[in-house]
């Protein structure tokens, strides 16, 4: 088998590679996101707000979960992307072994793990009593399918690290679509509820991996590589989780942060429970664009860096940046200006409609803010220094985002928007860090080079 990677980062057009190389890394992040949309809606319209309650509760819980195994795997595709870039491809065949291994063992446990959990990871959650019991069902059900939801994720990355973005592309289509229908039978048709619309998140989840290891064999993965490979690689695995870990551990205690949040504004009640919820739902749409592209960054740097040309990488950084602001601003306008529009889509509640509006207002602001922090910390992931991104987003979820809602929650008469305004006070610490630690760092690169 050949050696040609299908997309070499390394060379031609830094703009004209990034920008190709997002647009399917986007178009899989949105339909990802569509998992939780879809849920939301149908169960919206066929159930009541106890199951909007349940799923919006019960999938913040899951996306803590995700978040670490999403850092862990971090960890392997910046590895990956380094041994590519650098060509060495026995490099790249011993971190995907130990990966695979390693990724095996950690969902095995959790399977075993949130199920048995999740009656205190939902009370964790300050779930509305009237919601309590669906979203400890939501939880176990997709507890137990947590493993075919992991490695979804980390064969996703391994595509991208590779250079193909188009394959978790059309592997997540296919996905998508198994899961709306699933939503449409199992809700709408069987009235399930909550619970249906996880079993359908599953089930979805399931086909994709099936479907992607179909796909594997099919078209390989550019070199050489087979089941006699699959032997733990202790150096390799050693550095999977030194990078990995301290974007596992941000992204745990940022999805705990936002727990904690969902807990405080719990603590409002049904209807602010359920408008929250979906006001999320929204803004996890509207920060695909920025989070594909820290994506995309971090790879497109990682290949770079291992192919000793870093000024291809920081120029990768620097266009991801003008990018994702010029989207930011629009989303911005949209967000603030017309939330009601966007929320509509989700209920027909009015109490949990204007609820969703004035949370969705908060976040608007930090649309034309996270870009910039997004894609400086995709960089230092490229160049392997994921301990300093966890650091920066360790201090401005617990000493700023954190706070600023506990303090916010407290004053009478708050409104949702005022306890909101926490995450572009945090987004804007995270900035000022960021770019210090940026600077100090390539002068020291400059001077050691």
Excluded: W
């Excluded at 908060?362 to 803010?369: G, K, Q, T, V």
């Amino acid at each position: 088998m050949g050696t040609k990677m299908k997309n070499d980062l390394t060379q031609g057009s830094v703009m004209k590679k990034l920008l190709l190389f997002v647009l399917p890394i986007f178009g899989a992040n949105l339909l990802q996101a569509m998992y939780g949309t879809v849920d939301l809606i149908v169960v919206g319209f066929f159930s009541d707000a106890s199951s909007v309650s349940a799923v919006a509760t019960g999938s913040m819980t899951m996306q803590t979960i995700n978040g670490v195994v999403f850092g862990l795997s971090m960890g392997s595709m910046v590895l990956l992307g380094q041994c590519i870039g650098g060509k060495d491809y026995q490099g790249a065949t011993r971190t995907i072994a130990s990966s695979v291994l390693l990724f095996l063992s950690i969902g095995l446990i959790m399977t075993l793990a949130v199920p048995l959990t999740a009656g205190r990871l939902a009370k964790l959650m300050n779930a509305p009593v009237e919601a309590l019991r669906q979203t400890v069902s939501y939880i176990q059900v997709c507890g137990i399918g947590v493993l075919a939801i992991i490695f979804f994720n980390v064969i996703s990355g391994m595509f991208r690290a590779l250079g193909d973005a188009r394959s978790p592309f059309l592997l997540m289509l296919i996905s998508c679509v198994s899961n709306i229908i699933g939503d449409l039978i199992l809700v709408g048709v069987f009235h399930m509820g909550s619970t249906g619309a996880a079993v359908a998140t599953v089930f979805a989840q399931l086909i994709s991996v099936l479907t992607a290891l179909l796909l594997l064999r099919k078209r390989g993965i550019g070199f050489e590589f087979h089941k006699d490979c699959f032997k733990p690689a202790k150096e390799e695995t050693v550095k999977v989780l030194q990078y990995g870990l301290p974007i596992a551990a941000q992204d745990a205690l940022t999805g705990i942060s936002f727990a904690i949040i969902m807990a405080i504004l719990n603590s409002f009640g049904l209807v602010a429970s359920a408008g929250v919820g979906i006001a999320q739902k929204i803004v996890g749409l509207i920060f695909l664009v920025p989070g594909a592209m820290m994506a995309a960054v971090s790879v497109f740097s990682a290949q770079n860096i291992g192919a000793n040309q870093r000024n291809r990488a920081r120029q990768s950084m620097f266009y991801g940046m003008i990018s994702t602001f010029c989207v930011g601003i629009v989303m911005f306008y949209i967000s603030f200006f017309h939330g009601s529009i966007l929320a509509g889509m989700f209920t027909r509640d009015k109490e949990v409609l204007a609820a969703a509006t004035d949370f969705l207002k908060s976040y608007a602001i930090d649309c034309a803010l996270v870009g910039f922090n997004f894609n400086m910390t995709g960089y230092l992931n490229g160049c392997g220094k994921t301990l300093f991104v966890s650091l920066q987003g360790i201090l401005s979820t617990f000493l700023v985002r954190i706070p600023v809602s506990f303090f916010m929650s407290k004053v009478a008469r708050v409104t949702l928007f005022e306890v909101g305004l926490a995450t572009p006070c945090a987004t804007v610490f995270a900035i000022v860090i960021t770019t210090i630690y940026l600077v100090i760092y390539e002068r020291r690169v400059r001077m050691s080079g």
